[in-house]
Each structure stands twice: as structure tokens, then as C-alpha cells.
């Protein structure tokens, strides 16, 4: 008997019904004490059901790090997570939303998760990315890449600085009054 298309489209329909309905895994990434600037990258997270998958991170008392960071699913016409989504949490408390937008590149999507430049101090932290992966075929279905960059913080100019600063200003108005 040969499979008409209306009879795949059925079965390729129940094959994500079922896996929608699977039960989500969770997989935790840790990625220890963060000490000095750089890139952590993670790829090839092949997810074949729906996930919420946790980094997690801490800074060292007395550092401080500008972080962004950004998770997105490859082009493909044979798989792709368009749910892709994703927050970076401190304890019980979400620090950053990620903005989750799909990437069109024709003729096939993208779904990227991004995360603003934000300052994070001494503490633990746990990025949760989260989705439900999708194929044309049977087996394991997607994957998506993880890129967190940590740089070196601004600099905070100390209290006494910004007195020294004010004082150097009033002598420069003082000696503009007093060549006039």
C-alpha cells in the first residue's frame, strides 16, 4: 500500500502531538565560579522533546561582570525550536528576560534568544533556556548553541573621586572669574 501525502502529513502531525506531550527534561550545565573575562560557548545540545535546560554560575565576592549572552537554533529545513526562550535568574529573582525573536533567512527560520548587556555582582545566577523542539523526521530533532560572554565591569568612580572632581571644577570657575 503506498502512503499518500495526506496520510504523512498525519503521521509527521502525530509525531509532534506525541512529543509535545512528552514529558520536559531538564538538564543543569554548571559552569562553576566565573573569575575572569571571557566567552563560554555550548553547542550540539540535541533535544529530541521539550527542555529547560540550566546554567548555572557564580561570581566571586568582590568581582563584578558586564554579561550578555545569546542562544539560537542553526537554519534548517529539518528541524528547528521555535519557542525558543530563556531568563537569567539571581535565587528566586529574574534578573533579565531574554528577547526571543525568529530570524528568517529564507527559506528557512532561526530562533534566537538574546540577553542585554547587564551588570552582575557577587552571587549565584542560573540562566534557564527552555523549548520545544520539532522535526520533519523521527530521532533526535534539534539543537541549539549558547554563547555567554563575560567582560571586565565598567569602572565605578569612588565617592572621593567624584569630590576631587568637584573641587577641580570650582578652581577652573574661580580662575575664569578672576581673569575677567
Do not use: K
Amino acid at each position: 500500500m503506498t502512503s499518500t501525502p495526506l496520510r504523512r502529513h498525519a503521521a509527521a502531525l502525530g509525531c509532534v502531538a506525541l512529543m509535545a506531550a512528552a514529558q520536559a527534561r531538564a538538564d543543569t550545565f554548571d559552569l562553576g565560579t566565573i573569575s575572569a573575562p571571557g566567552l563560554h560557548p555550548f553547542s550540539d545540545l540535541t533535544r529530541s522533546q521539550p527542555f529547560e535546560d540550566v546554567f548555572t554560575f557564580t561570581i566571586a565576592a568582590g568581582d563584578a561582570f558586564e554579561f550578555h549572552g545569546t542562544a539560537s537554533t542553526p537554519f534548517s529545513n529539518r528541524f528547528w525550536i521555535f519557542n525558543l526562550d530563556g531568563r537569567l535568574d539571581r535565587g528566586n529573582v529574574t534578573v533579565l528576560e531574554g528577547d526571543s525573536q525568529t530570524v528568517w533567512m529564507p527559506p528557512f527560520p532561526r530562533q534566537d534568544v538574546t540577553f542585554a548587556s547587564t551588570l552582575l555582582t557577587a552571587g549565584s545566577y542560573a540562566l534557564h533556556l527552555w523549548g520545544t523542539p520539532t522535526s520533519a523526521f523521527p530521532g533526535p530533532t534539534s539543537v541549539y548553541d549558547v554563547a555567554l560572554v563575560f567582560n571586565v565591569a565598567p569602572a565605578v568612580p569612588e565617592p572621593a573621586a567624584f569630590a576631587l572632581m568637584a573641587l577641580g571644577l570650582a578652581g577652573v570657575v574661580a580662575a575664569s572669574r578672576r581673569r575677567h
